[in-house]
């Protein structure tokens, strides 16, 4: 529904509310069309206010700058034939904004202990000579913003702040699900509304889904380690994304 | 199916409605005249639901506040009057 369609309706139950409480108050004496007056008049003004809540870009729009943002990055690997895995990264080890870091080399040279010496798009993350990498933003950057309060600690948290963006906020997929065994984070997310146009091969492959990248970015906020997106699995209507704590 | 086709603020509404218009039928199934109790049972209802709302952004609930504040100084409106019609009656 888009914002001029709740203002619309807002209206006509605002105005449908007046009218019905009017005609039961003054000519028909009815307590039961005013009970129903009064509850579409509080209806109504719900609704209307509802519609500056929607969002000013358009859903093609934001689509569009997804792709492009994604195709850009697809680009930049494509150029440095990047194909390692994005380690994502908490605030804490990036200069306070979670970013993922795609590696020169594999990640399994990559050190437990990572600290980034510089928030830059070209960062080394250790003395090795092939210790840099790309410092990149994913979608997950920027969901963080979203959630009313910080990232939980607890797989309980983490799951309810999982559920409330992806579900909730961002209105991705109908649930999500969380679990973690031996430093194995499963996330289930299902009910998902399936993208036209998935992401380049060189994205998938590093960077992952956008929906797996908000996971990835919400659990290494919440358990303060950088995790790696191990695998995605698709299915009708559900993904399952299996993480891995460093 | 069409659960999974609406967004959360269409589902906030729909679910809204029901419970708002729900509640009207049992008023007048009750044989409930009294226009301030209709008001406050839809105050504490909306209060109430706006609260368990936990999926909503955080702009929508900004903005359903808004309507909840008007809500809070009409019901505080009515309950002034209805203590001047007491004090009056004595």
Redesign the interface.
């Known amino acids: 529904?888009k914002q001029t369609g709740?203002h619309r309706i807002g209206v006509a139950l605002l105005a449908s509310g007046a009218g019905v409480l009017a005609g039961s108050?003054l000519l028909l004496r009815s307590?039961?069309g005013?009970?129903?007056g009064?509850?579409l008049l509080?209806?109504g003004?719900?609704?209307l206010?509802?519609g500056?809540?929607?969002p000013r870009v358009s859903p093609e729009l934001a689509q569009l700058l997804l792709h492009a943002g994604y195709d850009n990055l697809a680009r930049l690997l494509e150029e440095l034939g990047l194909r390692s895995a994005a380690i994502y990264l908490p605030a804490s080890l990036c200069h306070g904004t979670p970013r993922a870091l795609i590696p020169l080399s594999d990640t399994g040279l990559v050190p437990a202990s990572l600290a980034m010496a510089e928030d830059r798009l070209i960062a080394r993350f250790s003395d090795a000579p092939d210790g840099v990498g790309l410092l990149v933003s994913t979608p997950g950057t920027q969901t963080l913003g979203?959630l009313?309060s910080g990232v939980g600690t607890s797989t309980d948290e983490l799951a309810a702040s999982l559920?409330?963006l992806t579900?909730?906020?961002l209105?991705l997929v109908?649930s999500a699900e969380l679990h973690e065994v031996d430093g194995l984070v499963s996330v289930e997310y299902r009910?998902v509304s399936k993208d036209r146009e998935t992401p380049a091969l060189a994205v998938q492959q590093t960077v992952g889904s956008p929906l797996a990248a908000i996971a990835a970015t919400l659990t290494a906020e919440g358990r303060q380690r950088p995790v790696i997106i191990e695998s995605e699995t698709e299915g009708n209507e559900s993904l399952l994304v299996r993480l891995r704590l460093m | 199916m069409i659960n999974e086709s609406l967004s959360v603020t269409d589902r906030y509404i729909v679910a809204l409605s029901a419970l708002l218009l729900g509640t009207s039928i049992v008023f007048a199934w009750s044989g409930e005249t009294r226009t301030q109790v209709f008001f406050s049972v839809y105050l504490i209802e909306v209060l109430a639901f706006n609260q368990l709302s936990v999926m909503m952004s955080r702009r929508a609930r900004a903005c359903t506040a808004r309507v909840e504040r008007v809500l809070v100084v009409c019901f505080a409106i009515l309950v002034l009057w209805e203590i001047v019609r007491i004090i009056g009656a004595m």
Request: proline content about 7%; overall charge neutral; glycine content about 6%.
């Open positions: 529904m709740y108050l307590a039961p005013a009970s129903t009064i509850a509080v209806l003004a719900i609704v206010v509802l500056d809540s929607r979203l009313p559920q409330m579900a909730g906020t209105d109908r009910g």
